[in-house]
């Protein structure tokens, strides 16, 4: 996976302008969300979104995004918007690579980068604080965040309810202990990123192992940019949040 590596991080940007973009973005999300703050842990940054009036008598989804190469500006998302929170109220946990770090175990290797072990530590962290559903827990990532995703739901079998992944991918020799994983492939079939391939090896072995949980979607005439069309699937967020551990 060495070529892809150096493919998703070939777009450097420098450190003093990553800092003037990270400052910029964070205080515009939080104008527009009260409930949104970015902080620090152990190192990592990381943006926290929580639901407006938390009532700690019950209990709320948490998701995990895991962003692309290099893409550690904090964004708006689906997920901070009434139409979701208003039906499903829930928490979302956007880390951040650091930009020698860049990487999520995307090239399933023993064990976990820094950066992602920092990140599930902090998970584990945040359901102690706040009244997170333990049964409820969902991770994305998008690129370098998607070859990261399965990354973690293969070596953390069972904490993760559910995971969806864009335009990522992974080896087609460690799917195993994706089987009993809900999860949702997507991808460009012109991605000349991260190729297709990529995606569907490990698909195609998920269901010739005999996987039934795992779902594929792919987009004729899209390059890497199949986010934007994630973002339209009206089905996407009710499949995730009605996923649970052990249902």
């Avoid at 584990?124 to 604080?129: C, E, G, V, W």
């Amino acid at each position: 996976m060495t070529h892809i590596n150096e493919r998703l991080a070939r777009a450097a940007i420098p450190v003093v302008g990553l800092l003037l973009i990270f400052s910029a973005a964070q205080a515009q999300l939080s104008e527009k969300y009260s409930n949104y703050k970015q902080s620090s842990y152990m190192g990592l940054r990381y943006g926290l979104f929580k639901p407006a009036d938390v009532d700690s008598k019950k209990s709320y989804p948490l998701v995990v995004y895991l962003h692309g190469s290099t893409d550690t500006v904090s964004r708006d998302s689906k997920w901070y918007q009434p139409a979701i929170q208003n039906e499903q109220p829930l928490f979302m946990l956007t880390p951040k690579c650091t930009v020698a770090d860049q990487g999520w175990g995307n090239t399933w290797t023993d064990g976990h980068t820094e950066a992602t072990a920092k990140t599930l530590a902090l998970v584990d962290s945040l359901i102690k604080i706040y009244p997170i559903d333990v049964n409820r827990l969902y991770i994305y990532g998008i690129s370098m965040g998607g070859f990261g995703t399965l990354s973690v739901l293969q070596k953390e079998p069972g904490k993760f309810a559910a995971g969806y992944v864009v335009c990522g991918g992974g080896s087609e020799k460690a799917v195993d202990k994706l089987l009993d994983a809900p999860l949702w492939i997507f991808h460009g079939e012109e991605d000349d990123i991260v190729l297709m391939k990529y995606s569907k090896q490990v698909y195609d072995e998920i269901i010739r192992l005999g996987g039934k949980k795992a779902r594929f979607t792919s987009y004729p005439g899209v390059k890497h940019n199949s986010w934007e069309n994630v973002d339209k699937e009206e089905a996407l967020p009710v499949w995730l949040l009605s996923q649970r551990k052990g249902k």
